[in-house]
């Protein structure tokens, strides 16, 4: 199975994520990110879905979306070329003896330190997923102490 990047555009509406939300659910598909935003046009949003399936299966999901009233396009971003990005906000324990190794880490992955207390050091770093993936993993031996991850949003190149 294959992770698909899929681009809706909608209507700005009431009901129009749960609906889309409700077709997933009801077909037994999964979605493993969401990002939904307004776009350039304040009564049409931009849905970011990242879904795995084989592309039957996700040729199956985008008929069904076109179907859905209030949707204007449905677009797989991996049928070619398109930009990603992920943000990440990670709280890393503040071991002073390691702070130095941690800001090392964080400079490689091209994060920041955005705050510091004296229980744990919060940093930000934007990427691609496995970016975001490498630097969890680089940090995780100093103490994770929460995660949130945006999930993908992602533009077509053309």
Same mark, same amino acid.
């Given at each position: 199975?294959?992770?698909?990047?899929?681009?809706?555009?909608?209507?700005?509406?009431?009901?129009?994520?749960?609906?889309?939300?409700?077709?997933?659910?009801?077909?037994?598909?999964?979605?493993?990110?969401?990002? @939904?935003?307004?776009? +350039?046009?304040?009564?049409?949003? %931009?849905?970011? $879905?990242? &879904?795995?399936? =084989?592309?039957?299966?996700?040729?199956?999901?985008?008929?069904?979306?076109?179907?859905?009233?209030?949707?204007?396009?449905? @677009?797989?971003?991996? +049928?070619?070329?398109?930009?990603? %990005?992920?943000? $990440?906000? &990670?709280?890393? =324990?503040?071991?002073?003896?390691?702070?130095?190794?941690?800001?090392?880490?964080?400079?490689?992955?091209?994060?920041?330190?955005?705050?510091?207390?004296?229980?744990?050091?919060?940093?930000?770093?934007?990427?691609?997923?496995?970016?975001?993936?490498?630097?969890?993993?680089?940090?995780?031996?100093?103490?994770?102490?929460?995660?949130?991850?945006?999930?993908?949003?992602?533009?077509?190149?053309?």
């Amino acid at each position: 199975m294959q992770e698909h990047i899929i681009s809706l555009t909608v209507e700005d509406r009431f009901g129009m994520l749960a609906r889309i939300a409700g077709l997933f659910s009801a077909r037994g598909y999964n979605i493993n990110s969401l990002v @939904v935003a307004t776009t +350039e046009d304040p009564s049409v949003s %931009r849905l970011v $879905l990242t &879904v795995s399936g =084989d592309q039957p299966i996700i040729e199956q999901i985008i008929k069904q979306l076109n179907k859905l009233i209030g949707v204007i396009k449905t @677009v797989d971003l991996n +049928e070619g070329k398109y930009l990603e %990005r992920e943000l $990440l906000l &990670v709280k890393v =324990d503040n071991n002073t003896q390691k702070r130095s190794e941690i800001l090392k880490l964080v400079e490689l992955y091209r994060g920041m330190v955005i705050d510091v207390t004296s229980k744990y050091l919060m940093v930000e770093a934007m990427g691609e997923s496995h970016q975001i993936d490498g630097l969890l993993v680089a940090l995780r031996p100093y103490g994770l102490k929460e995660v949130v991850r945006t999930g993908k949003v992602a533009i077509g190149r053309e």
